[in-house]
């Protein structure tokens, strides 16, 4: 068989890096998506050749059907598989319900549960015609117990939840497996904009373990679910959070 492709959404990020470089280890030939208008990709390019990674980076607004499939088309084309997609885009616009705007809700909904439906939906063929593949959502912790100010958010990733198990009955036949990955907070750029007082007084007294989490350990996780080991794994939501939220 050929040398296998991963293809992750959001991959510039921190979470998104991790994932690219773990299953990279594992023997991937490792593609991403990142936003048209993210203007670190090719600094970000240049520090994973560093590493010894080369990545086929394909500019697309995963909220925008159409752009998702030219972007599998373009990996497609210079791949000529996809046999593992982890589905990690995603964005937030916290706000209290009562004052969130439309917008706020239609580009959260966009990049994190419109973008799963149809990177997924671009993707199914070609790993039918394998009779192989796997599919990784990456959901929240708050897509389980909710948050703040996180309704959009939280509906969203909640969300992934009904379509991996929806998809998973619809593809098993098929050899392809459909799982949810939910992480808590992880050491990444992202957090570390919560505000300290926050951080110390709300975000780690709620981990019993008592520290964020790493990217790198839900790679871990990640890597194990594309592999051929997980096999008889499918639709199901893994919480990987330190005891934040037990399920």
Request: charged share 20%; glycine share 10%.
């Amino acid at each position: 068989m050929s040398k296998q492709v991963a293809l992750v959404t959001g991959g510039l990020g921190g979470l998104g890096t991790a994932v690219c470089r773990r299953l990279h280890q594992e023997g991937f030939i490792i593609a991403a998506t990142c936003s048209p208008s993210n203007g670190q990709r090719h600094a970000w390019l240049a520090a994973q050749r560093d590493e010894g990674m080369d990545v086929l980076v394909v500019e697309a607004d995963v909220a925008d059907d159409s752009a998702c499939a030219r972007a599998v088309q373009r990996v497609l084309a210079e791949t000529k598989r996809i046999d593992v997609l982890v589905n990690n885009a995603g964005i937030t616009r916290d706000r209290s319900l009562r004052k969130m705007g439309v917008d706020d809700w239609h580009a959260v909904m966009g990049a994190n549960l419109d973008s799963v439906f149809s990177m997924t939906r671009h993707v199914l063929e070609p790993m039918i015609g394998q009779s192989w593949g796997r599919v990784i959502n990456i959901s929240s912790v708050n897509g389980q117990q909710g948050a703040f100010g996180q309704a959009n958010y939280a509906a969203a990733k909640a969300g992934m939840h009904g379509f991996t198990k929806a998809l998973a009955l619809e593809v098993a036949r098929h050899g392809i497996t459909v799982n949810t990955v939910s992480p808590g907070y992880l050491a990444t750029r992202m957090v570390s904009e919560v505000p300290e007082k926050v951080m110390k007084e709300r975000i780690l007294p709620a981990i019993p373990v008592g520290r964020l989490g790493t990217p790198e350990e839900v790679a871990g996780l990640v890597a194990y679910l594309a592999s051929e080991q997980a096999g008889f794994m499918t639709g199901a939501n893994i919480a990987i959070n330190g005891g934040q939220h037990m399920c």
